[in-house]
């Protein structure tokens, strides 16, 4: 018997815990639907319904989100992008505030409905309690809520508020943006909340920059990430 076959996490489940493992890594990997994961897997001669592998996304994906976060915890950057990207959902515009660090690692996502000093504040509360320190620099764009929010919540922390300066986090936003079309928009912020704690952890585990690395090695580097990923998954 397999270490998947006899673990918990995967008790009462119909199908192995490998068949759930790739549908998640499918879904969070790649900017794919869930029909798209649906057909992907019936290609295989695996039938299952898009609606169970939202169900598995939702419920092994923040699992595994969770274990990478942890995983992480004290290893990402100290310098800080901040930047936030207007979103609509329901109908509403919303703001997904978000923060990077030097290597395009994600630090978190916060989804809120307003752009000014409070939700700045927000964002800045919830990353020093995430990270359990605070950064050496911080960059942003010209948004004045930035650096009121900063005054009070980081006082001793350098900031350079230049647009120029903040693409890092700017780009950040672009996996999302695509996500955003293939599912026709999100329906509710609490799902775009829970999707992107979900989808940004497990990006970071395989974010290898391609560039200026040597193939040999860029290869090492993803196994190294497959090798985590199946640990995290108890595989």
Known sequence: MTRSACDPL??????????????VWLYFRFPLSLRMVEDMLAARGIIVSHQTVRLW???????????????????LGDKWHLDEAVITVGGKRHWLWRAVDQDGFVLDVLVQSRRNAKAAKRLMRK???????????????KLRS?????????????????KGLNNRAEN??????RRERIMKRFKSSRQLQRFVSIHDPI???FHIPRHDIPSAHYRELR????QMWSEIAHL
């Open 10 to 23: 995967y008790r009462r489940h119909r199908f192995p815990a490998e068949v759930i493992v790739h549908a």
């Open 57 to 75: 996304a939702e419920k092994f994906g923040r699992r595994f989100a969770k274990d990478i976060r942890k995983q992480s915890a004290g290893r």
């Open 127 to 141: 990353l020093l309690k995430e990270q359990g320190s605070t950064p050496r620099v911080m960059i942003t764009d």
């Open 146 to 162: 930035y650096e009121g929010a900063k005054r009070e919540i980081m006082p001793g922390v350098e900031h350079r508020s230049h």
């Open 172 to 177: 950040s936003h672009q996996p999302i943006r």
């Open 203 to 205: 990006a970071n585990l």
């Open 223 to 226: 196994g190294a990430a497959m």
